[in-house]
């Protein structure tokens, strides 16, 4: 798996408005086990009004990762 890839999904999430592409990429990254998107899907919970299953789904993301 390409370094650049995985940075790369990391800056991602927090410049997607859409709640689908945000889930999608919570997804990826937990199958991809990059712990270090925690502190971006945090700052989303934190710094955004999400949608509550959005919000929820970060949540569960977080502690799988």
């Not at 689908?20 to 009004?49: P, W």
């Amino acid at each position: 798996e390409d370094p650049v890839v995985r940075e790369g999904l990391v800056n991602a999430i927090g410049v997607q408005n859409s709640d689908i592409v945000i889930i999608a990429l919570a997804d990826a990254v937990v199958e991809m086990g990059l712990e270090n998107s925690k502190s971006e899907f945090e700052n989303l919970i934190d710094e955004r009004e999400l949608n509550i299953n959005v919000k929820e789904k970060l949540q569960r993301t977080i502690a799988l990762l």
